[in-house]
């Protein structure tokens, strides 16, 4: 069955198959605090090194996935997926928790955990990405953490539409943003009090953007550092926009203007929405060395303007060549892809990778700089060695034999 038109049991019964590898000082009206107890940093930080992930703060927890740990993977298993934060982790009671719809409705609403999962419900397969993945590669460093390429990651969402609650509600004509505040706090550069993690969304992409508010990932509840009892998904876009640990929903007439708003997550003035394309290799993995003889180079592509077109491949000097997109489609998902070649020469070698997708647009070979290292997309690359042949080996092609196998070709660390 195809994946993009596959049912809530029927993905999970193919993904089994798989392998695995804030706000303003202003208070907004109509949206509670709601802070709840934060959870202790340091047994977040020690689940997550436990899970192997790559921890660059513990307080708040910030740490990205291992690229080797996303090879072949559909989706990133829940304690592997990465973690982005900006203030501590809130701990909800899903009980006495309720998400407040308000502001410009004609019906205000206070939907309880229970009356959320009665709702008809949806999967969707979905890829998020932090916003400033990758910035560790620019040259010039900018402020923020700096990520590597492991700060994404893909995963089953299951929730009810954004849609159908604010069919509830009903929104007033006048209205034009949606505002979601998340239950995490605390004090930023610039602002008065403490501020709660807010982000908004114009109304007019209510439908094209597909948001889910998800109470489910990967076929299990929430996990708090994921934003339990619910977040927001909103496919196709940087992870800012998908804000956790969700209290209270918003409709307003004016441009929001919060922290997370105007004072970070943008470029250049325009906030930051569909992710740039971009391909990542993760199969071999920097610095590895390699037999010669046969390489299959793996990646990771996507795109939230469009699915992957073409994945292409060059190694050493050779031309570019296109690469096998492998694995299932999801509109919003990553696209597993891979290149067979051939190494027989020693030394060192470079890989590189890029993606282009169905609307047109490719990585660009070089990152282009902003002050906040946004959206950086370039070109991946990898250097690894081809360790030269061993002795017997060249003598036995020699005399016309085949030395005795030596187990698995498999890189040598």
């Given at each position: 069955m195809h994946a993009l038109a596959m049912g809530h049991h029927d993905f999970w019964r193919a993904a089994r198959r798989r392998p695995a590898a804030a706000g303003t000082a202003r208070r907004v009206r109509g949206l509670p605090a709601a802070p709840g107890v934060p959870v202790d940093p340091g047994e977040a930080r020690r689940q997550a090194i436990g899970a192997g992930l790559i921890v660059h703060r513990a307080d708040p927890l910030n740490a990205e996935t291992p690229l080797a740990a996303l090879d072949g993977a559909a989706v990133v298993p829940n304690g592997q997926f990465y973690v982005r934060n900006h203030f501590p982790v809130p701990d909800l009671d899903a009980g006495t928790w309720r998400?407040?719809?308000?502001?410009?409705?004609?019906?205000?609403?206070?939907?309880?955990?229970?009356?959320?999962?009665?709702?008809?419900?949806?999967?969707?397969?979905?890829?998020l990405?932090?916003?400033?993945?990758?910035?560790?590669?620019?040259?010039?460093?900018?402020?923020?953490?700096?990520?590597?390429?492991?700060?994404?990651?893909?995963?089953?969402?299951?929730?009810?539409?954004?849609?159908?609650?604010?069919?509830?509600?009903?929104?007033?004509?006048?209205?034009r943003e949606m505002v979601f505040r998340g239950a995490d706090c605390g004090q930023v550069e610039g602002r008065d009090g403490p501020v709660h993690f807010e982000r908004s969304l114009p109304l007019r992409y209510l439908r094209s953007a597909g948001a889910l508010?998800?109470?489910?990932?990967?076929?299990?509840?929430l996990p708090r550092l994921h934003g339990y009892p619910l977040r927001l998904i909103?496919?196709?876009?940087?992870?800012?926009?998908?804000?956790?640990?969700?209290?209270?929903?918003?409709?307003?007439?004016?441009?929001?203007?919060?922290?997370?708003?105007?004072?970070?997550?943008?470029?250049?003035?325009?906030?930051?929405?569909?992710?740039?394309?971009?391909?990542?290799?993760?199969?071999?993995?920097?610095?590895?060395t390699l037999e010669p003889g046969d390489l299959?180079?793996?990646?990771?592509?996507?795109?939230?303007?469009?699915?992957?077109a073409r994945v292409e491949v060059s190694i050493g000097p050779w031309p570019w060549r296109s690469a096998t997109l492998t694995g299932g489609q999801h509109l919003h998902g990553w696209q597993p892809w891979e290149l067979r070649a051939r190494l027989e020469r020693p030394g060192?070698?470079?890989?590189?990778?890029?993606?282009?997708?169905?609307?047109?647009?490719?990585?660009?070979?070089?990152?282009?700089?902003?002050?906040?290292?946004?959206?950086?997309?370039?070109?991946?690359?990898?250097?690894?060695?081809?360790?030269?042949?061993?002795?017997?080996?060249?003598?036995?092609?020699?005399?016309?034999?085949?030395?005795?196998?030596?187990?698995?070709?498999?890189?040598?660390?």
């Open positions: 998400l407040q719809v308000g502001g410009m409705v004609g019906r205000p609403l206070a939907l309880s955990f229970g009356e959320l999962r009665a709702m008809p419900s949806k999967t969707v397969v979905a890829t990405e932090c916003a400033g993945n990758g910035r560790s590669v620019l040259d010039s460093a900018v402020a923020g953490e700096q990520w590597g390429l492991g700060a994404v990651g893909s995963a089953a969402w299951t929730g009810v539409p954004l849609a159908d609650v604010l069919r509830l509600a009903g929104s007033e004509t006048s209205a508010l998800a109470y489910a990932m990967n076929g299990r509840p909103v496919p196709g876009w940087y992870g800012v926009a998908s804000v956790k640990w969700l209290t209270g929903i918003e409709l307003t007439d004016r441009t929001f203007d919060g922290h997370f708003q105007a004072d970070r997550y943008h470029i250049g003035g325009e906030p930051l929405a569909l992710q740039a394309v971009r391909s990542v290799i993760t199969a071999p993995q920097p610095g590895e299959v180079v793996r990646g990771l592509a996507w795109s939230g303007a469009a699915p992957i060192t070698v470079l890989i590189w990778a890029k993606a282009t997708d169905l609307a047109g647009r490719a990585q660009p070979d070089q990152a282009c700089w902003n002050r906040f290292g946004y959206a950086i997309n370039p070109v991946h690359q990898v250097q690894i060695t081809v360790r030269s042949s061993l002795p017997e080996d060249r003598s036995a092609r020699a005399r016309g034999t085949v030395p005795r196998p030596r187990g698995p070709r498999r890189a040598a660390r």
